[in-house]
C-alpha cells in the first residue's frame, strides 16, 4: 500500500486544518488506519485511529478536539482537527495496520507526512 497524506499548513491557534490520506493499494483486508505525529526532538506518538467498521481511539491530549474518519469506497482517511494549539505543532504521518492494531508498532505502513504548524 501506498499512502498520500495531505491538508497540512500554517493556521493560528484556534484554528481548524482537515488532514487526508489517500491509500492506493490495501495490505490488508480490513485494515485498521491510524494518524500519528511527530515534533522536532520528540518520539512519533499516536493521535488517533480507526477500524473497518468505524470504532476510534483518540490520544487524551487531543480527544474532543480532533476527529478521525474513513472513506472505505475512496480508500481514504480523514482528520478533522479543530481548536488547533501550538502544541499541535508536528509532521502528521497516516499510517496502516493489521485488523485490531492499537500500538505504533503495529503500524506497517506510512505515508510521507504532511507539516502542520500552529502560531499562537
Known amino acids: 500500500v501506498q499512502l498520500q497524506a495531505s491538508g497540512g499548513g500554517l493556521v493560528q491557534a484556534g484554528g481548524s486544518l482537515r488532514l487526508s490520506c489517500a491509500a492506493s493499494?490495501?495490505?490488508?483486508?480490513?485494515?485498521?488506519m491510524g494518524w500519528f505525529r511527530q515534533a522536532p526532538g520528540k518520539e512519533r506518538e499516536f493521535v488517533a485511529i480507526i477500524n473497518w467498521s468505524g470504532d476510534t481511539a483518540y490520544a487524551g491530549s487531543v480527544k474532543g478536539r480532533f476527529t478521525i474518519s474513513r472513506d472505505n469506497a475512496r480508500n481514504t482517511l480523514y482528520l478533522q482537527m479543530n481548536s488547533l494549539k501550538p502544541e499541535d505543532t508536528a509532521l502528521y504521518y497516516c499510517?496502516?495496520?493489521?485488523?485490531?492494531?492499537?500500538?505504533?508498532?503495529?503500524?506497517?505502513?506510512w505515508g510521507q507526512g504532511t507539516q502542520v504548524t500552529v502560531s499562537s
Open positions: 499510517a496502516e495496520g493489521p485488523p485490531g492494531a492499537t500500538m505504533i508498532v503495529d503500524f506497517h505502513s
Open positions: 493499494g490495501r495490505t490488508f483486508s480490513k485494515p485498521t
